[in-house]
């Protein structure tokens, strides 16, 4: 008897994925792809109860940015971080896609590019295509419709004809453009390279060249940027569950230093005054024992204008990403102290950037150009200032050099040929910004060591930072890659690179070496009568110490003085008639004992009658919790004033639900709107008798020994509370996060109970009447780059005046190239207790229709 055929196992059935959330990978993309990855097998991983990925058990992150807090982790633990992308081409292929390709590191530059070769030869071609493998990219051998670029040196190619006669998306570039980002290091427009009119081949290198637009540059230009910025528009999240410290270098007054405490806590954050407890350290140098203990304990250490750049984008991003996040140093760093640079060809967010890059560095900057200047940074070779350059033996570099010499933390050699080089049709200012920190050289240089201070989670973080950093892709950039070495490039096309060093600068531009850490400043007299000694002789730090310690023990009775000053009832303030009629009455009341015969019996009497009175110190708050279903309360204003005053004394706030809560205490599960709401700010959720254990013993119990357990209204709202938490705070409010609800006016239960809901989970959400306002823009699925239509919803009844309104919706949807879909409300209320964005057509409230 023959075997049966044995059915192949699923396709992803050994993979364990775990979605991140961004602004370009949203929910409703996530619910997509998770469907499909269960589909082939794979299990989707839930976050852990307190939002963050279950790194130890996933195979792969899918993630479109390296921007999240745990990607150190990943590349620790080895854990590949993939776009969306790597799953569409593993069900296409039905194969397993190789992970390079698809990682959102943006130093793989050619990570979306496929390539296939046309009439390059044989060696060229093996170089080209080994860089951009190296590099992200990968190789077709024939010409697919996934092929991105197409190199060729014209278009008799069959590949290129094909390509042509198909209307195909495959740019047919030069392999210059191949040879110019791989010598910069950076991925630069293929536009100047494309055939059959490539421009390189066609202008002059000396013609005009368009200033970029450098987008990536915004938020990022300077290290003490104006604001804060306005975040109205949109539910602010990203301080969520995070502790902020405001350093007090920061170059800000007391009044902006409140308003951006208000909007951190408006954002689900806190403000704190430890840098122990604090999550995020916020200063303006790289100085001092705050700063190094900060950064030795793992800390989130940034700038203000990094803070302000998470406020206005309210997405998380890495102090070390962008170069003018993180604190400046204090003194110049070496060699720099002495130069003199200036700028051309570069202009609007790029130039003010790189002015405030040479700043924080330590060189001068000047606007024009004069023989003292040391250094011409520009973006092409042809300007006025490159030719004054030229004739007065100016170093001439490009933006490259001065971001990886902030990066090294001293001025680099100018030797490496990438620092001197410049595309001959294009202007680098469309590549600025894209350099980041080097976390490693920061900590050798600012804050080495700390062991000691470090507790276990610092130094789990230290050790996974380190691991992540040995396991980081070598990229290896620094090369001169200069592939094209054949006869095609004899016609000397693309530019030799300028001289590296020229006679009298071989001192200014120090190569690498020994890093050191920048000496402090000493102080230097200048000879003015004004000039205060910086040695202050021991003798006058002794007097000094000794008038404070004198003022210190006179503080008690300032601050009486200062009190009884300001009385203004008709006695006046203490002394005279009030003093003395007070004595008398101590003295009447005093018993006839030898003990109170002394000398001193006034003194003590009114040392004892008036102290000023010192408020009871309560504790910090650090539990704010938002009850609801609690009964005990009802009717008693009493006894909730007096509770609420017993629960502050340990440390405990009782909030509505409108301001930032940490735990919310409830009888049971309830699917009530101030629930749903506490749920999607991520808080824990308590079981009421939390609050009367702490009323009857005056003490605060473990919090974890009331965590919320009810399996009956668990299975019957079909959730789990530890699941719905932990996606909640990896949701961080954005579950709904830019998708479009309506909701008619007529619903049951109310417009505003939805709405609240709705908000506190970053929907779109409005009141559909059927008029001008709340319509869809129409929009045709060409226009919408040919996607699949995003769904829309309409919460409604099923009363008459609400089924009007349904055919009015469906057409406003499809002329919108969107799915209409009419639910009723109790999808939102699901959805919201779930945390988790999923749709059934049992919601549908057309369905009977």
């Known amino acids: 008897m023959s075997e049966e055929p044995q059915n192949p196992p699923p396709l992803l059935e050994s993979c364990a994925i775990a979605f991140l959330q961004s602004k370009t990978l949203s929910n409703s993309m996530i619910t997509s792809l998770s469907e499909l990855v269960k589909k082939n097998g794979a299990q989707v991983l839930e976050p852990k109860r307190d939002g963050s990925i279950r790194m130890n058990e996933a195979t792969h992150v899918v993630s479109n940015t390296i921007d999240f807090e745990q990607y150190s982790e990943a590349q620790a633990m080895m854990v590949p971080v993939v776009r969306s992308e790597w799953i569409r081409a593993t069900i296409h292929r039905n194969k397993v896609a190789q992970v390079r390709p698809f990682s959102p590191d943006p130093r793989m530059i050619f990570s979306s590019v496929i390539i296939t070769c046309a009439d390059i030869p044989a060696m060229d071609k093996e170089t080209i295509c080994g860089a951009i493998m ?45 040879d110019d980002c791989f010598r910069l290091g950076k991925r630069i427009d293929e536009g100047p390279y494309l055939l059959p009119d490539p421009e390189i081949l066609r202008v002059a290198p000396e013609e005009p060249v368009k200033i970029p637009n450098s987008q990536q540059l915004e938020g990022a230009t300077s290290t003490i940027p104006n604001g804060p910025y306005e975040t109205e528009g949109e539910k602010l999240v990203v301080f969520h569950q995070h502790k902020v410290m405001l350093s007090s270098d920061l170059p800000i007054n007391e009044t902006l230093r409140k308003t951006i405490g208000e909007k951190v806590v408006k954002g689900g954050g806190e403000v704190v005054d430890s840098v122990r407890e604090c999550t995020m350290y916020i200063c303006q140098y790289r100085h001092g024992g705050e700063y190094v203990l900060a950064s030795q304990l793992s800390k989130h250490v940034g700038n203000l204008s990094w803070l302000y750049h998470l406020m206005v984008y309210n997405e998380w991003k890495s102090p070390f990403q962008r170069l003018l996040h993180y604190p400046v140093p204090k003194e110049p760093l070496p060699g720099f102290k002495d130069l003199k640079i200036t700028l051309s060809n570069y202009g609007g967010e790029a130039r003010i950037y790189l002015e405030n890059l040479i ?47 902030y990066v090294a933390c001293q001025a680099l050699s100018i030797s490496n040929p990438k620092y001197t080089y410049f595309p001959p049709r294009t202007n680098l200012g469309e590549v600025i910004g894209n350099t980041s920190h080097d976390e490693t050289i920061l900590r050798s240089l600012y804050y080495p060591g700390g062991e000691e201070h470090l507790d276990e989670a610092a130094k789990r973080k230290k050790k996974i930072t ?20 054949d006869s095609f490039m004899e016609d000397g096309v693309t530019p030799a690179p300028a001289t590296a060093k020229k006679a009298g600068r071989g001192k200014a531009t120090p190569v690498v070496g020994n890093f050191a850490t920048p000496a402090k400043g000493k102080h230097v007299r200048s000879g003015k009568e004004n000039d205060t000694p910086s040695v202050v002789s021991s003798a006058s730090r002794s007097a000094k110490a000794q008038a404070l310690s004198r003022l210190s023990d006179l503080a008690p009775d300032l601050a009486l003085y200062e009190k009884e000053r300001k009385r203004t009832n008709k006695d006046g303030v203490w002394g005279g008639k009030r003093a003395a009629d007070q004595i008398d009455k101590d003295r009447e009341g005093r018993s006839s004992s030898p003990a109170h015969a002394r000398d001193d019996d006034d003194e003590e009497v009114e040392e004892k009658k008036r102290p000023a009175k010192r408020a009871k110190l309560l504790p910090e708050v650090d539990m704010r919790i938002c009850l609801t279903g609690y009964k005990k309360w009802v009717g008693n204003k009493t006894a909730e004033e007096s509770d609420r005053k017993k629960l502050r004394s340990l440390g405990i706030h009782i909030v509505p639900d409108t301001q930032p809560c940490d735990y919310l205490a409830a009888p049971k599960v309830v699917r009530t709107m101030k629930f749903l709401k506490c749920l999607a700010k991520g808080a824990e959720i308590l079981n009421s008798s939390f609050i009367d254990a702490c009323l009857e013993t005056g003490k605060r119990p473990d919090y974890k020994d009331y965590l919320l357990v009810d399996e009956e209204n668990e299975e019957k709202f079909g959730i789990k509370i530890g699941t719905a ?97 009419i639910v009723t409300g109790d999808w939102l209320l699901d959805v919201a207790m779930k945390q988790e964005l999923t749709f059934d057509r049992k919601y549908l409230a057309n369905r009977a229709q």
């Open 359 to 405: 700043t924080a560095a330590g060189a001068t900057y000047t606007r024009t150009m004069k023989a003292e200047n040391t250094h011409l940074i520009t973006a092409r070779m042809h300007s006025e200032k490159c030719e004054a350059a030229k004739d007065w033996n100016i170093e001439i570099v490009n933006h490259l050099w001065i971001e990886e010499s």
């Open 134 to 178: 190296a590099l992200g990219g990968m190789e077709s051998k024939d010409l697919t419709r996934q092929t991105t670029h197409i190199c060729a040196l014209t278009l008799d190619h069959p590949k290129c004809k094909d390509a042509l006669a198909k209307k195909m998306k495959a740019k047919i570039v030069l392999p210059h453009w191949f």
């Open 466 to 485: 380190e691991s992540a950093q040995k396991n980081a892709y070598n990229v290896g950039l620094d090369k001169d890659f200069n592939i094209m070495k």
């Open 725 to 821: 938490v932990g996606r909640a705070r990896a949701n961080r409010g954005r579950l709904l996060w830019g998708i479009p609800i309506y909701c008619t006016a007529d619903i049951k239960n109310g417009v505003e109970n939805f709405k609240a809901i709705a908000d506190a989970n970053g929907a779109i959400f409005k009141v559909y009447r059927a008029r001008s306002g709340t319509t869809i823009k129409p929009t045709s699925a060409e226009e919408d780059g040919g996607a699949d239509p995003d769904p829309v919803y309409l919460l409604s009844g099923t009363t008459a005046a609400e089924k009007n309104l349904w055919p009015k919706f469906e057409e406003m949807a499809i002329k919108g190239h969107m799915e209409p879909r």
